[in-house]
């Protein structure tokens, strides 16, 4: 009979210790959503420095034509545009943005490989290899930025980074609470900056080789 009744007790307190680590883990998520929010860049902090290059990710409005507005300012000698579908050439995007191609299609390459931001960062950082290059001003969307930082830091720790944030009119920032688009945009950015900020340090603990331990 005791067992009977120790069943039932035993897979309350399972649940009631399930419930409090969720519990737990929401409030966490909730708090690191908050500073995140806030901790977002609302300015470009060096907009007249001069890097080797201007690397724009595609993905959201108004990156490219930041872009290539720098480029055509001098605040760098080349634009590489990382995420680009096959089949679009330079000639094309400097047209769309109605800029002279003859004055900078030169200086504009475009990256095909990548398909997220991890791949943006190692297809830039073989650029930036393969030309020699040590600096560079990394252009994406404000909420895309803190992500953005991690994986280009992480794949060129040596090369100096300018963060200029872009500000799509559709996100706002300042007051998320209030839009519901903006809301779910930032805590999936968010879920995703966790992800890329975790998972080297877990995939390391996995891949690590086990040391042999006792006696031969």
């Known amino acids: 009979m005791r067992q009977i009744w120790q069943r039932p007790r035993r897979r309350g307190r399972l649940v009631r210790l399930v419930l409090g680590v969720v519990l737990v883990a929401a409030l966490a998520w909730g708090a690191g959503f908050i500073w995140f929010t806030e901790s977002l860049p609302r300015t470009v902090d060096n907009p007249a420095g001069v890097t080797d290059a201007i690397v724009v990710l595609t993905g959201g409005t108004g990156r490219l034509a930041a872009g290539l507005d720098l480029l055509a300012q001098g ?10 579908y096959r089949g679009i050439e330079v000639d094309e995007i400097l047209r769309v943005f109605r800029q002279a191609p003859e004055e900078l299609e030169c200086c504009v390459q475009l990256g095909h490989s990548a398909t997220d931001t991890r791949g943006n960062a190692r297809e830039t950082a073989r650029w930036m290899a ?9 252009v994406t969307a404000s909420y895309h930025m803190p992500r953005s930082l991690v994986e280009f830091r992480r794949a060129m720790p040596d090369v100096r980074l300018i963060a200029h944030p872009v500000f799509p009119a559709h996100v706002r920032i300042d007051t998320w609470w209030r839009w519901p688009g903006t809301a779910s945009l930032l805590a999936g950015e968010y879920s995703k ?24």
């Open 75 to 84: 605040r760098a000698a080349k634009l590489f545009v990382s995420g680009v």
């Open 193 to 216: 900056y966790l992800i890329a900020t975790v998972t080297p340090v877990w995939l390391a603990g996995v891949t690590a080789p086990r040391q042999e331990t006792g006696a031969p």
């Open 130 to 138: 393969l030309e020699g290059l040590t600096s560079l001003r990394l």
